[in-house]
T-cell receptor, first 115, second 113 residues
Framework: AQKITQTQPGMFVQEKEAVTLDCTYD???????LFWYKQPSSGEMIFLIY??????QNATEGRYSLNFQKARKSANLVISASQLGDSAMYFC????????????FGTGTSLTVIP | DVKVTQSSRYLVKRTGEKVFLECVQD?????MFWYRQDPGLGLRLIYF???????EKGDIPEGYSVSREKKERFSLILESASTNQTSMYLC????????????FGPGTRLTVT
């Protein structure tokens, strides 16, 4: 079974609008972390936001927020007030407890912001 | 600032050649990782290491080996390159803690002809 599932290969959003990128995860470990990364066309991976499994509140970082629904095992990224520079690939990732702390990545969502 | 560097941005090799991809991090991170990235498949883990001389297989280790002789350096080796190993290779490092994110290098685009 896939550890991380991103079901939206491509998304479009109008500039200044909000957009939600979906991510569901699968783990039986009670301790885990969820991450979102951005990869612009230049190729570098940029860390955006982190949510811990025991965190009571949804994480926020500037225009990014993580809609964490533990019972549904979903960790959707919300980008508010989209900008042209937000056009990129977005990856959801999970890190479980235990030795090694391996990361699991989804297949990504390509976001295009339309002027 | 954490820095992860990779030895080459672009590399072209011939089928059957032995290929070395080097990754160096400067933040004393225990964990280091090698991924390959292909369109539509996301990032797939090849190998990772959580200590010097320690290595763990990821999802797609076949055709690859790794070496970690020093904490800051993690090398990916293609013993006999094949055309299906043409890909973008990303190195990353991280501390050994669930809440700590990975820092990525700029990537190496490898073409095997």
């Amino acid at each position: 079974a896939q550890k991380i599932t991103q079901t939206q290969p491509g998304m479009f959003v109008q500039e200044k609008e909000a957009v939600t990128l979906d991510c569901t995860y699968d783990t039986s470990d009670p301790s885990y972390g969820l991450f979102w990364y951005k990869q612009p066309s230049s190729g570098e991976m940029i860390f955006l936001i982190y949510q811990g499994s025991y965190d009571q509140q949804n994480a926020t970082e500037g225009r990014y927020s993580l809609n964490f629904q533990k019972a549904r095992k979903s960790a959707n990224l919300v980008i508010s007030a989209s900008q042209l520079g937000d056009s990129a690939m977005y990856f959801c990732a999970m890190r479980e407890g235990g030795t090694g702390n391996q990361f699991y990545f989804g297949t990504g969502t390509s976001l295009t912001v339309i002027p | 600032d954490v820095k992860v560097t990779q030895s080459s941005r672009y590399l072209v090799k011939r089928t059957g050649e032995k290929v070395f991809l080097e990754c160096v991090q400067d933040m004393d991170h225990e964990n280091m990782f090698w991924y390959r990235q292909d369109p539509g498949l996301g990032l797939r883990l090849i190998y990772f290491s959580y200590d010097v001389k320690m290595k763990e297989k990821g999802d797609i280790p076949e055709g690859y080996s790794v070496s970690r002789e020093k904490k800051e350096r993690f090398s990916l080796i293609l013993e006999s390159a094949s055309t299906n190993q043409t890909s973008m290779y990303l190195c990353a490092s991280s501390l050994l803690a669930i809440s700590y994110e990975q820092y990525f290098g700029p990537g190496t685009r490898l073409t095997v002809t």
